[in-house]
């Protein structure tokens, strides 16, 4: 009887770790977009690319998922590349090559169908602060030219860039910085 009953609670615990499957980024498919007020003049924008990053995701129980994604720092593209080349100087980021841009997950509040809260820890510039991602799971089915399932999520966040070091000319040029972010994720062979 003690066996049965070791069984059934070693299957359980086995169904239970093992239900969130694990998803790989698609860097080609991935982007995160940023644009702050210039001055008041216009909206500035820019991106970052060149994503690593997994998904642990939990269909059944969503608020049990994880992500951490990681991005260079001079992955960033501006349109100009005087402004980018500001941007990686002392004022700023005075990036090396290597230094990283990292989010990782420490919580998750499912607040819809397709929508929830991801609360985490954004890295940049050395600092390290908490933010909140309002994400939407935009599809999860099989990719239609891969043959595997596949993930897509949108999420927008707002950052002071002050809070990051990285505050020169504020507030002239706005201290806000709006985030749009867009990945796709691959499950992991």
């Not at 269909?59 to 080349?85: C, H, I, K, Y």
Request: hydrophobic share 40%; charged share 20%; proline share 3%.
């Amino acid at each position: 009887m003690k066996s049965i009953a070791l069984a059934a609670a070693l299957a359980l615990t086995s169904t239970t770790a093992f239900a969130a499957d694990t998803y790989t980024l698609d860097a080609s498919h991935s982007q995160v977009l940023f644009s702050y007020s210039h001055l008041g003049f216009s909206t500035t924008y820019g991106m970052f690319s060149g994503f690593e990053g997994e998904i642990s995701f939990d269909e059944a129980d969503p608020a049990a998922s994880t992500v951490s994604v990681s991005m260079p720092v001079n992955s960033m593209f501006t349109g100009w590349e005087q402004r980018t080349g500001h941007f990686m100087s002392p004022d700023f980021f005075g990036a090396e090559d290597g230094d990283m841009v990292t989010f990782t997950s420490t919580g998750i509040e499912v607040t819809g169908d397709t929508t929830a809260k991801i609360t985490g820890d954004l890295s940049m510039n050395d600092v390290t602060k908490s933010v909140v991602l309002d994400a939407q799971l935009n599809k999860s089915d099989t990719h239609p030219m891969e043959g595997k399932p596949w993930l897509g999520f949108d999420a927008t966040t707002t950052v002071l860039r002050s809070d990051f070091g990285l505050g020169a000319f504020a507030p002239a040029v706005s201290d806000e910085v709006e985030v749009k972010i867009s990945i796709e994720a691959k499950k992991a062979e």
